[in-house]
């Protein structure tokens, strides 16, 4: 996932080609998980019964959004459909976890930030979706996602001044906190045609807040050696590196030129640092994977 969207923001610089590259492996993995869900069905099963593992299913659906949207550069009518089949997979997948893991009780040990993943992650279809048309879909799904936030966020807010420490080796989970707020900022730029500008400014600076805070904890992150749990460190960053370049360009729209120039330096350091943490980390899943091969 973050992978996928640091490509989409390359092409900003004029990257397409690498777009081209990324989005084909990007492709290829969505495959192979495919044929996970398939053939290997009861490893399914077995993640879903535990909500963090579970809860991380939903990238499938919201890589098959980005897919979607990629592909409609080519054909709108596929794109379109794949899209839209990303969105009512990640609505089935809602519906299934909440019956697993919260009508049947939630235990404070597991509700941990990648429950974001699984109910917020949806509103990656209103961040990619914006020339896909579905105006009433795309609108519902931010109103939904908003309402969605506030409650989650306030109740994993609660959680965590309760001083309910982690598990150490899920820590780094910590960073998809951060990621529903960018998801809901780039969201609301896209469906609303006029959006509040003070509504733009607040929520924008909570995110600049919480990007300065992990970029502050990501040497610590590293300290611990790769482990992959340091995937959740990706996504958050680039998405967070688009919220930044849409209120770059939002400020100087609105004739804040000065301000929204000095605002695209900070994207050109955030596109540097989180670059070099998705290289870093697929670097360290492509050793995992060679390792498990030539056990084999």
């Not at 482990?227 to 004739?255: C, E, K, N």
Request: charge should be positive; aromatic fraction near 16%; charged fraction near 10%.
């Amino acid at each position: 996932m973050g992978l996928a969207t640091l490509a989409n923001v390359w092409t900003t610089g004029g990257y397409v080609a690498v777009r081209h590259f990324i989005m084909v492996i990007v492709i290829l993995v969505w495959l192979a998980a495919l044929i996970k869900l398939v053939f290997f069905n009861s490893t399914l099963r077995k993640d879903y019964a535990n909500p963090v593992p579970g809860s991380l299913y939903a990238t499938y659906a919201m890589l098959t959004m980005i897919i979607g949207s990629y592909l409609a550069d080519f054909n709108l009518l596929l794109g379109q459909v794949i899209w839209l089949i990303g969105v009512i997979l990640h609505m089935i997948h809602i519906l299934v976890f909440t019956k697993v893991h919260v009508f049947k009780g939630i235990k404070i040990e597991t509700f941990l930030p990648t429950w974001f993943v699984t109910y917020c992650g949806i509103m990656v279809s209103t961040v990619v979706g914006n020339n896909l048309g579905f105006y009433d879909l795309r609108f519902g799904i931010l109103v939904y996602g908003f309402i969605i936030y506030v409650v989650l966020f306030t109740a994993m807010v609660i959680r965590t001044l309760a001083h309910r420490p982690y598990p150490k080796h899920l820590e780094m989970t910590f960073a998809i906190f951060f990621a529903p707020t960018s998801l809901l900022f780039v969201s609301y730029l896209n469906v609303i045609a006029n959006p509040i500008p003070w509504v733009v400014y607040a929520v924008y600076g909570i995110i600049l807040i919480t990007v300065i805070f992990v970029f502050i904890r990501i040497p610590a992150f590293l300290r611990v050696g790769f482990s992959p749990g340091h995937a959740a460190l990706t996504f958050p960053l680039a998405i967070a590196l688009v919220a930044t370049f849409r209120m770059s360009d939002y400020l100087t729209q609105m004739g804040y030129t000065t301000l929204g120039h000095w605002l695209y330096h900070l994207f050109s350091i955030q596109m540097f640092i989180t670059t070099a943490i998705v290289l870093y980390v697929g670097y360290g899943f492509f050793l995992m994977l060679r390792s498990s091969l030539s056990k084999k």
